[in-house]
């Protein structure tokens, strides 16, 4: 770094390359000398001796460190943080000194480089009632707890930081044993924080009533907004057999940084288990009297408490005001899980609140009120639905056709030669709407070996006006053998104008039947307006073969 720049003296390369030789050396006697450094005049020398004292690992380095920690600009305390360098020793005798000052050094140095493993031994001070220095322990302690449960999260489960968690919960446990004697809240806190609920102290502490920190553990539990003790709740609602107090919790607590958390987890398909453990709720606090703390949260948030809520034991009645005001949410997730929800609500006053999102703005929440009109009976649904049949939402399209699934071809096929010719007229127009593959379907029929088939399927072209979907078609069916089929096909392209069909019935002109000949020129004169079509003579040359 340029020293004109940074303010600082310059340093010969040669004290620097000496300074890189004493980071890289195992021999302790260089510490002593980088630990005069430090007290260098020159800045350059002081970062150059704290840089290579990073690198050893003596007692000695450690001491010259906390010593001289209040000294430490905030980048250089960061330095020594990033480093990995540990403080253990030196931390450890300034704890154990009496000296209140050098506690509280030892204290504060802790809160910015944590030594994982002197969590025992805040523990003992802490559980000692007689120690003037508990109270400020505790919260370096819980502090500390908080910082290891961090860092498993951060860099995943290792063997060496799992074994200091280990320890950790190991002597934080004993104390919990003891818990009658010192009823020491931080240790508690620490614990919770870093215990999973598969440990069986915890587990038999939440358990029993009787035991003497289960009162003190349900308490946490339920008022904490501590992100690991939140974790740890919430973990009850995977759990095969979950301890019932904590369970309840889930449905007792409505705090906002809860809520936030529970129904950030609980987003998408609930499994078995989640919802066999929410059967077990009978009071769900924030799905009835605190039910407006749903307002604060997402809409995906909203769409999820609202299906763990239809999970729980309250029963439909008790839901129903909440399935409401979420119906009315701002947010469109929310708006449709409530509507999906309502689905099983017949009544007059829900039939109106279906029919109004019909015109909700989110094409979704649409579409699910589409869905449940004829469920509901409603009086006009079908005409309703048909309304919505060409909207540009592909997924309002698809719900009116599955609402609308029993006018599919098929079936009108099946039923056409019973059907009077208004109910023929009017079930196919709305097979042709509605059934997707009625074209293609159709298209099998015209070319079906059975000749009746394909008769068939040319009345309902023309019932159906489907002519233009089918121009192809019947463009193709011009030339097959049967005469009576190019006949009527040439009929119906009438109703064509594409210089495609044009041209085909031109050509059709020249048919060897002379009613295919009529019916082309018939359909020329339609497309044409009735204007004059040029002779046959004029556009190819007479098929000489005997007409059928």
């Given at each position: 770094?340029?020293?004109?720049?940074?303010?600082?003296?310059?340093?010969?390369?040669g004290?620097?390359?000496?300074?890189?030789?004493?980071?890289?050396?195992?021999?302790h006697a260089?510490?002593?000398?980088?630990?005069?450094?430090?007290?260098?005049?020159?800045?350059?020398?002081r970062?150059?001796?704290?840089?290579?004292?990073l690198?050893?690992?003596?007692?000695?380095?450690?001491?010259?460190?906390?010593?001289?920690?209040?000294?430490?600009?905030?980048?250089?305390?960061?330095?020594?943080?990033?480093?990995?360098?540990?403080?253990?020793?030196?931390?450890?005798?300034?704890?154990?000194?009496?000296?209140?000052?050098?506690?509280?050094?030892?204290?504060?140095?802790?809160?910015?480089?944590?030594?994982?493993?002197?969590?025992?031994?805040?523990?003992?001070?802490?559980?000692?009632?007689?120690?003037?220095?508990?109270?400020?322990?505790?919260?370096?302690?819980?502090n500390?707890?908080?910082?290891?449960?961090?860092?498993?999260?951060?860099?995943?489960?290792?063997?060496?930081?799992?074994?200091?968690?280990?320890?950790?919960?190991?002597?934080?446990?004993?104390?919990?044993?003891?818990?009658?004697?010192?009823?020491?809240?931080?240790?508690?806190?620490?614990?919770?924080?870093?215990?999973?609920?598969?440990?069986?102290?915890?587990?038999?502490?939440?358990?029993?009533?009787?035991?003497?920190?289960?009162?003190?553990?349900?308490?946490?539990?339920?008022?904490?907004?501590?992100?690991?003790?939140?974790?740890?709740?919430?973990?009850?609602?995977?759990?095969?057999?979950?301890?019932?107090?904590?369970?309840?919790?889930?449905?007792?607590?409505?705090?906002?940084?809860?809520?936030?958390?529970?129904?950030?987890?609980?987003?998408?398909?609930?499994n078995?288990?989640?919802?066999?453990?929410?059967?077990?709720?009978?009071?769900?606090?924030?799905?009835?009297?605190?039910?407006?703390?749903?307002?604060?949260?997402?809409?995906?948030?909203?769409?999820?408490?609202?299906?763990?809520?239809m999970?729980?034991?309250?029963?439909?009645?008790?839901?129903?005001?909440?399935?409401?005001?979420i119906?009315?949410?701002?947010?469109?997730?929310?708006?449709?899980?409530?509507?999906?929800?309502?689905?099983?609500?017949?009544?007059?006053q829900?039939?109106?609140l279906?029919?109004?999102?019909?015109?909700?703005?989110?094409?979704?929440?649409?579409?699910?009120?589409?869905?449940?009109?004829?469920?509901?009976?409603?009086?006009?649904?079908?005409?309703?639905?048909?309304?919505?049949?060409?909207?540009?939402?592909?997924?309002?399209?698809?719900?009116?056709?599955?609402?609308?699934?029993?006018?599919?071809?098929?079936?009108?096929?099946?039923?056409f030669?019973?059907?009077?010719?208004?109910?023929?007229?009017?079930?196919?127009?709305?097979?042709?709407?509605?059934?997707?593959?009625?074209?293609?379907?159709?298209?099998e029929?015209?070319?079906?070996?059975?000749?009746?088939?394909?008769l068939?399927?040319?009345?309902?072209i023309?019932?159906?006006?489907?002519?233009?979907?089918?121009?192809?078609?019947?463009i193709?069916?011009?030339?097959?053998?049967?005469?009576?089929?190019?006949?009527?096909?040439a009929?119906?392209?009438?109703?064509?104008?594409?210089?495609?069909?044009?041209k085909?019935?031109r050509?059709?002109?020249?048919?060897?039947?002379?009613?295919v000949?009529?019916?082309?020129?018939?359909?020329?004169r339609?497309?044409?307006?009735?204007?004059?079509?040029?002779?046959?003579?004029?556009?190819?040359?007479?098929?000489?073969?005997?007409?059928?």
């Open positions: 770094m340029d020293s004109s720049c940074s303010g600082k003296s310059s340093v010969p390369s004290i620097e390359k000496t300074f890189q030789l004493f980071a890289k050396t195992d021999n260089v510490v002593p000398v980088l630990v005069d450094a430090l007290d260098s005049p020159y800045s350059d020398v970062e150059l001796a704290l840089s290579a004292l690198e050893q690992r003596h007692a000695v380095a450690q001491r010259a460190l906390v010593d001289r920690w209040k000294r430490f600009t905030p980048v250089q305390r960061s330095w020594i943080e990033l480093s990995g360098i540990s403080l253990e020793i030196a931390l450890r005798e300034l704890i154990h000194s009496g000296d209140s000052e050098k506690f509280n050094l030892g204290l504060e140095i802790l809160n910015q480089v944590p030594e994982f493993e002197l969590i025992p031994t805040l523990a003992m001070i802490v559980r000692d009632q007689g120690n003037t220095f508990r109270d400020s322990a505790g919260s370096t302690l819980v500390l707890a908080a910082t290891l449960r961090k860092k498993l999260r951060s860099e995943g489960i290792q063997a060496n930081v799992e074994s200091v968690r280990n320890r950790a919960i190991d002597s934080l446990g004993d104390c919990i044993r003891d818990y009658e004697h010192h009823e020491s809240l931080p240790i508690l806190e620490a614990f919770l924080v870093l215990v999973t609920r598969e440990n069986q102290l915890l587990r038999e502490a939440w358990n029993n009533a009787k035991h003497p920190a289960h009162a003190a553990i349900i308490r946490f539990l339920r008022h904490s907004s501590r992100p690991e003790i939140i974790d740890l709740v919430l973990s009850s609602l995977t759990d095969m057999h979950p301890a019932a107090p904590v369970l309840q919790i889930i449905g007792m607590r409505h705090d906002p940084a809860f809520m936030s958390e529970l129904t950030s987890r609980a987003q998408g398909t609930l078995d288990t989640v919802r066999r453990n929410l059967s077990k709720l009978q009071r769900v606090a924030w799905a009835e009297e605190h039910c407006h703390v749903l307002e604060k949260l997402n809409g995906l948030q909203q769409a999820a408490a609202v299906h763990m809520a999970a729980t034991s309250l029963g439909s009645d008790r839901l129903y005001d909440l399935l409401v005001m119906a009315k949410s701002e947010d469109a997730n929310g708006r449709l899980a409530a509507m999906e929800e309502l689905a099983s609500y017949v009544d007059p829900t039939n109106e279906i029919l109004g999102a019909i015109r909700d703005p989110n094409s979704a929440v649409r579409a699910e009120a589409l869905r449940q009109l004829r469920p509901r009976g409603i009086p006009g649904a079908i005409k309703l639905l048909l309304q919505h049949l060409d909207s540009p939402q592909l997924i309002v399209q698809d719900t009116v056709r599955k609402a609308l699934a029993e006018f599919n071809f098929p079936r009108y096929v099946a039923a030669d019973k059907m009077s010719p208004d109910a023929r007229r009017n079930s196919g127009r709305l097979v042709r709407g509605i059934d997707v593959n009625t074209q293609r379907l159709l298209a029929e015209l070319n079906s070996d059975a000749a009746y088939r394909r068939r399927a040319l009345r309902m023309e019932i159906m006006e489907n002519h233009v979907d089918m121009e192809a078609d019947l193709k069916a011009l030339q097959h053998e049967d005469h009576f089929l190019r006949a009527e096909s009929k119906l392209l009438g109703h064509c104008s594409s210089s495609t069909a044009v085909a019935l050509s059709a002109m020249l048919d060897r039947n002379v009613r000949r009529e019916n082309a020129e018939e359909s020329l339609k497309i044409a307006g009735n204007k004059s079509v040029p002779p046959v003579d004029s556009l190819a040359p007479v098929d000489p073969q005997v007409t059928s």
